[in-house]
């Protein structure tokens, strides 16, 4: 007799383990499984992950059983797998099952809920027979799914429970361009997994998954129907780079995902700000939202060109790398007044690997105190924060694209000396632009090009948006 799986039982603890891959197949015909001495005794079961299926009869008559968790690999449940588990409360039967067989969980006296996903299509006769204590059906798919499937006779107690529908429709994505670059999901949440106040959506970038309960998501009505907006904000180099979302219910039952054409997701939802470029490029927006979307591109390929990150193949048009100098002159920053006495130097710059932020860098001499001085940004007095050794800064993060070429003033003063710096986000680009290529090479220049280009589109749109 062949056997693919190896297994153990653990008299002491009534432990059944199970490992191995492929199919349980113990049987030809219907000899029984090699530990049925034992099944009265069984009270828990470990199944190995590369399980293929639950050959028939596998636990029949395991009365001390009260729950089970089949592996994900398993496609098939056969013929009367789980009869008689009469203490069996409840069962998840995995995404990727499609086959249930005749009698797989009849006589499960005390089963009062199941979890069957979409990727069912089959329920032998039988399978939910004397299961009287079953109330809830968790179905992850939509209503016309669940009628789809082929279910057998004999199968009352699962046709007359009550039966929840878990899915939900992304009805449309958008990139959002007023500050940080955000890719946006607009999804319709079934009534079902609204009624579950622990459902909730988990948004993934580069292996960083972020929880959203589905409750706290922002709500919108367009058309008549409410929708869900879950987010991700990105950095310009990651344009490429895929956002996936997933929902599930608060038992961590996976929600069937649709696109807004209709078509079933496998995994999540991927989707990236480049594919919005892509749409909103052939759509028919207007070309002052189109030049926009356009100048955020080439910005986004401008950062992975100046980081080397996932670069191989870009280029920028020559639009783009054509920018002159002067065309950013009425940026260039001003100095005027005197550093206070015990500030040796004031520096300025621009984070861009991140969001697009501000900072004004000031050195104290060794023995000053930065109490002793006042700061302030456009009039309104901040304390500087310390990047340690005596320097301390001022920023304004988080600069929107139409904003990036809004000057902004910067004091430092001692009560006797003022110093004073009117600095934007484009001043550090002009400064960029008129460095030899030693201090700024030319994949930094043209990403302070293609910075000046997208605040230009920006202001273009917003002007009139």
Not at 3 to 9: D, G, H, K, Q, T
Request: proline content about 3%; charged content about 20%.
């Amino acid at each position: 007799m062949l056997y693919y799986l190896e297994w153990s039982f653990d008299e002491k603890t009534g432990v059944l383990t199970i490992s191995g891959n492929g199919e349980m197949d113990y049987q030809y015909s219907w000899i029984h499984p090699p530990w049925e001495p034992f099944l009265a005794e069984i009270t828990a079961v470990e199944l190995p992950d590369g399980l293929t299926d639950i050959a028939g009869e596998a636990f029949t008559g395991c009365s001390n059983l009260t729950a089970i968790t089949i592996p994900d690999t398993v496609t098939a449940i056969n013929w009367e797998a789980f009869s008689g588990c009469t203490a069996l409360l409840g069962i998840d039967i995995p995404d990727g099952v499609t086959f249930i067989g005749w009698g797989a969980f009849s006589a499960c006296t005390t089963l009062v809920e199941v979890m069957i996903p979409d990727s069912v299509t089959f329920i032998g006769e039988m399978a939910f027979y004397a299961c009287d204590a079953l109330t809830d059906v968790y179905y992850c798919g939509t209503e016309a799914q669940k009628e789809q499937i082929e279910i057998g006779e004999d199968n009352n107690p699962l046709l007359n429970a009550t039966w929840h529908y878990l899915y939900a429709n992304v009805m449309s994505k958008s990139l959002t361009l007023e500050g940080k670059i955000r890719v946006n999901f607009y999804v319709v949440v079934s009534d079902d997994a609204l009624a579950d106040e622990d459902s909730y959506a988990l948004v993934t970038l580069n292996g960083v998954t972020t929880k959203h309960m589905v409750k706290d998501a922002p709500v919108s009505e367009k058309n008549g129907v409410v929708r869900r907006q879950f987010t991700q904000d990105i950095f310009a180099k990651q344009m490429h780079d895929d956002v996936t979302i997933e929902l599930f219910d608060g038992s961590g039952r996976r929600l069937a995902l649709f696109d807004s054409d209709g078509t079933e997701t496998e995994g999540g939802l991927h989707y990236s700000a480049s594919d919005y470029v892509e749409a909103a490029m052939q759509s028919s927006l207007g070309e002052s939202l189109k030049e926009l979307v356009k100048a955020c591109a080439n910005y986004g390929i401008a950062a992975q060109i100046q980081f080397g990150y996932e670069a191989d193949g870009l280029t920028l048009p020559e639009d783009v790398t054509s920018v002159a100098v002067n065309a950013l002159s009425a940026f260039e920053a001003t100095y005027t007044g005197t550093l206070p006495e015990g500030i040796e130097k004031s520096t300025s710059t621009l984070l861009i690997q991140a969001d697009n932020t501000i900072r004004l860098y000031y050195y104290l001499e060794d023995g000053r105190l930065i109490d002793d001085y006042t700061f302030t940004i456009d009039t309104e007095t901040v304390t500087p924060q310390s990047a340690g050794n005596g320097k301390y800064y001022l920023e304004i993060a988080n600069i929107p694209a139409q904003a990036l070429d809004q000057l902004h003033t910067f004091t430092v003063s001692d009560g006797t000396n003022t110093h004073t710096v009117e600095y934007c986000a484009l001043s550090y680009a002009y400064k960029a632009l008129t460095y030899d290529d030693t201090l700024a090479p030319t994949n930094l220049k043209n990403m302070a090009k293609a910075l000046y280009l997208y605040n230009q589109k920006a202001d273009a749109y917003f002007e009139n948006n």
